[in-house]
């Protein structure tokens, strides 16, 4: 049974940092992508980042590009997400997810979220 449990979230001033942990397990490292989304209030879910198998590739959103940086450990079958420069609209539920053998819109497996705050 594949399982994402995501980890790290909470409050932090504008101008902060954060390192959200996801913990995979039930998923092969050599076969899946992972990836981080965001979803706020009353908008649409946004995908943030995504890591191919191996960790030698990663893409970004605009939006988060030169701020957050994903990582990857497969020895641990861990993924992180580490936020630096937080601004208030980066305020939402973070999720992490997997997918064979690319991130996409639907992902295959999904986590329930680490809410991260950023305020003063």
């Known amino acids: 049974q594949v399982q994402l449990v995501e980890s790290g979230g909470g409050l932090v001033q504008p101008g902060g940092s954060l390192r959200l942990s996801c913990a995979a397990s039930?998923?092969?490292?050599?076969?899946?992508?992972i990836g981080w989304f965001r979803q706020a209030p009353g908008k649409e879910r946004e995908a943030l980042a995504c890591?191919?198998?191996?960790?030698?590739?990663?893409h970004y959103a605009d939006s988060v590009q030169g701020r957050f940086t994903i990582s990857r450990d497969d020895a641990e079958n861990m993924v992180w997400l580490q936020m630096n420069s937080l601004k208030p609209e980066d305020t939402a539920i973070y999720y992490c997810?997997?997918?064979?053998?690319?991130?996409?819109?639907?992902?295959?497996?999904w986590g329930k979220g680490t809410l991260v705050a950023v305020s003063s």
């Open positions: 997810a997997a997918a064979e053998p690319w991130c996409h819109t639907a992902m295959d497996y």
């Open positions: 039930g998923v092969t490292p050599d076969d899946y992508a």
């Open positions: 890591i191919n198998p191996h960790g030698t590739y990663t």
